[in-house]
């Protein structure tokens, strides 16, 4: 692997993003909705929300809706990384250009999680901005929140670019991993999880929930309760069990997304 070939692939990328439409649009949504949630809390909850804590601030914050942001950004940018090549036109361009595939990947791939991260920090900023005001302080593991959004962007994007791979159109991606994230894997866990009683490892949005978790000194992995005399079970990331769920989606996915990409045969 050649690295100024990785440098020029994730520069290119990197600045195509962030000139795009979709970056600016996602950003400024991203940031629109953090200012009206910190408003709108700090406006109507002054009081009860003075009487807490700078973590329990922040938690509340992160958990109405980080999970959801993430795949919705991680969606747009990983969902077509790879299948705008192997479903348009511009194929035929980059896979002329004498450089392996799995840096073409990587560099796209890069540049996806960093112009996803981006996005996400602006909403986690306003959120400590939040804090400060109403507090004169933010979190002290604030940086911590910070260092899990980033593994889980990339694990994210990771998940998006091998649905991008899987299909030609570079649409599908994007709608599957959203679907999928939305719908489907919600349902799934809560069947898993609240009926089973069985901890939803398998799934990158209970990993996930560690960005906001770490913010609590202490919690409870398990619970259950019995509901009409059906036991109904809870489940909750550790912190380590949440890394290593993350690092598998991002090690396993970026592993496929590259050898479908390499070995696909690429139609015009």
């Given at each position: 692997?050649?690295?100024?070939?990785?440098?020029?692939?994730?520069?290119?990328?990197?600045?195509?993003?962030?000139?795009?439409?979709?970056?600016?649009?996602?950003?400024?949504?991203?940031?629109?909705?953090?200012?009206?949630?910190?408003?709108?809390?700090?406006?109507?909850?002054?009081?009860?929300?003075?009487?807490?804590?700078?973590?329990?601030?922040?938690?509340?914050?992160?958990?109405?809706?980080?999970?959801?942001?993430?795949?919705?950004?991680?969606?747009?940018?990983?969902?077509?990384?790879?299948?705008?090549?192997?479903?348009?036109?511009?194929?035929?361009?980059?896979?002329?250009?004498?450089?392996?595939?799995?840096?073409?990947?990587?560099?796209?791939?890069?540049?996806?999680?960093?112009?996803?991260?981006?996005?996400?920090?602006?909403?986690?900023?306003?959120?400590?901005?939040?804090?400060?005001?109403?507090?004169?302080?933010?979190?002290?593991?604030?940086?911590?929140?910070?260092?899990?959004?980033?593994?889980?962007?990339?694990?994210?994007?990771?998940?998006?670019?091998?649905?991008?791979?899987?299909?030609?159109?570079?649409?599908?991606?994007?709608?599957?991993?959203?679907?999928?994230?939305?719908i489907v894997f919600p349902i799934i866990q809560d069947v898993v999880s609240d009926f089973v009683g069985y901890a939803p490892y398998m799934f990158i949005t209970f990993g996930g929930e560690i960005v906001y978790l770490v913010?609590?000194?202490?919690?409870?992995?398990?619970?259950?309760?019995?509901?009409?005399?059906?036991?109904?079970?809870?489940?909750?990331?550790?912190?380590?069990?949440?890394?290593?769920?993350?690092?598998?989606?991002?090690?396993?996915?970026?592993?496929?997304?590259?050898?479908?990409?390499?070995?696909?045969?690429?139609k015009g």
């Amino acid at each position: 692997m050649s690295f100024s070939q990785y440098l020029t692939s994730l520069k290119y990328q990197l600045l195509f993003y962030i000139r795009s439409r979709r970056f600016i649009g996602l950003l400024g949504i991203a940031i629109a909705i953090s200012l009206i949630f910190t408003v709108l809390d700090i406006h109507f909850d002054y009081s009860l929300l003075k009487s807490g804590t700078d973590s329990s601030f922040l938690y509340g914050y992160l958990s109405s809706f980080i999970i959801f942001l993430t795949s919705i950004v991680a969606a747009f940018f990983g969902g077509d990384l790879i299948s705008i090549d192997t479903g348009t036109q511009s194929a035929y361009y980059s896979m002329v250009q004498p450089v392996p595939r799995s840096i073409i990947v990587l560099g796209r791939y890069t540049a996806a999680v960093i112009s996803t991260f981006i996005i996400l920090l602006s909403y986690v900023l306003i959120g400590l901005g939040g804090s400060y005001y109403l507090y004169g302080s933010i979190p002290s593991k604030s940086y911590l929140v910070i260092l899990i959004l980033l593994l889980f962007s990339a694990a994210f994007v990771a998940f998006a670019t091998f649905f991008s791979a899987l299909f030609k159109t570079p649409l599908t991606g994007m709608i599957i991993t959203i679907l999928l994230v939305i719908i489907v894997f919600p349902i799934i866990q809560d069947v898993v999880s609240d009926f089973v009683g069985y901890a939803p490892y398998m799934f990158i949005t209970f990993g996930g929930e560690i960005v906001y978790l770490v913010l609590l000194s202490k919690y409870s992995t398990k619970s259950v309760s019995t509901i009409h005399g059906i036991k109904m079970y809870s489940f909750l990331p550790s912190f380590y069990e949440g890394i290593i769920i993350l690092a598998l989606y991002l090690v396993i996915f970026t592993a496929l997304a590259i050898i479908l990409y390499k070995y696909k045969e690429v139609k015009g």
